[in-house]
T-cell receptor, first 115, second 115 residues
């Protein structure tokens, strides 16, 4: 089975801090994604990456950046955390970019609170 | 992603079959039907997907209407672990740009399984 591991289940940070969320997948997937999930707003794509060092903005990239230096690892960075970034963050991966219907496999999420 | 309609909630008893309906009357010829579920405090989990023919895997079966305007996810013997929100989504199988990568969940169906 595909395993997507997010570094923390729960995280509490302060306003203005730089926050790193890490995600690792073990299935050699080309595509990796960062979403946030909020009540009433559903799942929203922040960034995705289809290869090492490649990244594309999703629907809500403002205030975030990403890093993909190795195929198995995709990091989400909150440059200067704000309270409106309190949310559940979900990382996902899927196999080759040419197969757009491949399932996405998710980690268990990081519940981030910004105080 | 094209729109889908699902009941807000359904209830089942343990070890009984569950049929979760999904309407997608505006489905296009290249849209695949995907199902995901999300257990409490966990990330979404891929369940099954199909295009025209019925599909079976170890988790569930997907029955697709002949006109493809509706589909049904079948859990053959519900367990307490199947209590989750189930999402039916359409994904364009045609070659295309970045929007095909992201998942967009509606409100889904909250399935309650009674012991």
């Amino acid at each position: 089975d595909v395993k997507v591991t997010q570094s923390s289940r729960y995280l509490v940070k302060r306003t203005g801090e730089k926050v790193f969320l890490e995600c690792v997948q073990d299935m050699d997937h080309e595509n990796m994604f960062w979403y946030r999930q909020d009540p009433g707003l559903g799942l929203r794509l922040i960034y995705f990456s289809y290869d090492v060092k490649m990244k594309e903005k999703g629907d809500i990239p403002e205030g975030y950046s990403v890093s993909r230096e190795k195929k198995e690892r995709f990091s989400l960075i909150l440059e200067s955390a704000s309270t409106n970034q309190t949310s559940m963050y979900l990382c996902a991966s899927s196999s080759p970019a040419g197969s757009l219907n491949q399932p996405q496999h998710f980690g268990d999420g990081t519940r981030l609170s910004i105080l | 992603d094209a729109k889908t309609t699902q009941p807000n909630s359904m209830e089942s008893n343990e070890e009984e079959p569950v049929h979760l309906p999904c309407n997608h009357s505006t489905i296009s010829g290249t849209d695949y039907i995907h199902w995901y579920r999300q257990l409490p405090s966990q990330g979404p989990e891929y369940v099954i997907h199909g295009l025209t023919s019925n599909v079976n895997n170890r988790m569930a079966s997907l029955a697709i209407a002949e006109d493809r305007k509706s589909s049904t996810l079948i859990l053959h013997r519900a367990t307490l672990r199947d209590a989750a929100v189930y999402y039916c989504i359409l994904r364009d199988g045609g070659l295309g740009g970045g929007s095909n990568y992201k998942l967009t969940f509606g409100k889904g169906t909250l399935l309650t399984v009674n012991p």
